[in-house]
T-cell receptor, first 115, second 116 residues
Framework: AQSVAQPEDQVNVAEGNPLTVKCTYS??????LFWYVQYPNRGLQFLLK??????LVKGSYGFEAEFNKSQTSFHLKKPSALVSDSALYFC?????????????FGSGTQLTVLP | DAGVTQSPTHLIKTRGQHVTLRCSPI?????VSWYQQVLGQGPQFIFQ???????GRGNFPDRFSARQFPNYSSELNVNALLLGDSALYLC???????????????FGSGTRLTVV
């Protein structure tokens, strides 16, 4: 079975400071990894994904994530946080083959960027 | 281009009733997946359909069913509603059955179902 853990329910950061939202995963085989953001009363917006290749993935709105196979982590990062980045962030994983084609999501991390 | 469209946006039902939620994928997308997001939790997978065939089913009771139409739109049906079915129901579309596209899966804004 595949699973995702987001160990922090809440992350607070000052505007202009770097931010990190943590994610670890557990799958059998090589994972596909995703980050999505959710604003209040909205659906999920895609930020970035890792399929294969370079461990550092760059995505939308200046976000990036680093895939670390040995630590089974896929932390989301941004060098300089904006107040508008405040939202709920979800990490998700799926395996590339077999019947388990669905995304498995973490429980989410609420990011608050303080002005 | 229109994104993933879900209807209705909000819905209030009474326990025991039946509900039908609808999803129109992005034009050209043949895969539709349904997820349930209970307040304070991450989305949970319910179903995936590709080319009108069920390709995956999550750990949900038989009260939940779905289908996909020839135009690739989809319906999620829930019978005998329980209070615990109150959630945001999300639809996601993809051009492939595996989500291996530039953007993976594209989600709609969801249907907020409240069961009273």
């Amino acid at each position: 079975a595949q699973s995702v853990a987001q160990p922090e329910d809440q992350v607070n950061v000052a505007e202009g400071n770097p931010l990190t939202v943590k994610c670890t995963y557990s799958v059998s085989g090589n994972p596909y990894l995703f980050w999505y953001v959710q604003y209040p009363n909205r659906g999920l917006q895609f930020l970035l994904k890792y399929i294969t290749g370079d461990n550092l993935v760059k995505g939308s709105y200046g976000f990036e994530a680093e895939f670390n196979k040995s630590q089974t982590s896929f932390h989301l990062k941004k060098p300089s946080a904006l107040v508008s980045d405040s939202a709920l962030y979800f990490c998700a994983v799926r395996v590339p083959s077999g019947s388990a084609r669905q995304l498995t999501f973490g429980s989410g991390t609420q990011l608050t960027v303080l002005p | 281009d229109a994104g993933v469209t879900q209807s209705p946006t909000h819905l209030i039902k009474t326990r025991g009733q039946h509900v039908t939620l609808r999803c129109s994928p992005i034009s050209g997308h043949k895969s539709v997946s349904w997820y349930q997001q209970v307040l304070g939790q991450g989305p949970q997978f319910i179903f995936q359909y590709y080319e009108k065939e069920e390709r995956g089913r999550g750990n949900f009771p038989d009260r939940f069913s779905a289908r996909q139409f020839p135009n690739y739109s989809s319906e999620l049906n829930v019978n005998a509603l329980l209070l615990g079915d109150s959630a945001l129901y999300l639809c996601a579309s993809s051009s492939s059955s595996t989500g291996q596209t530039s953007y993976g899966y594209t989600f709609g804004s969801g249907t907020r179902l409240t069961v009273v």
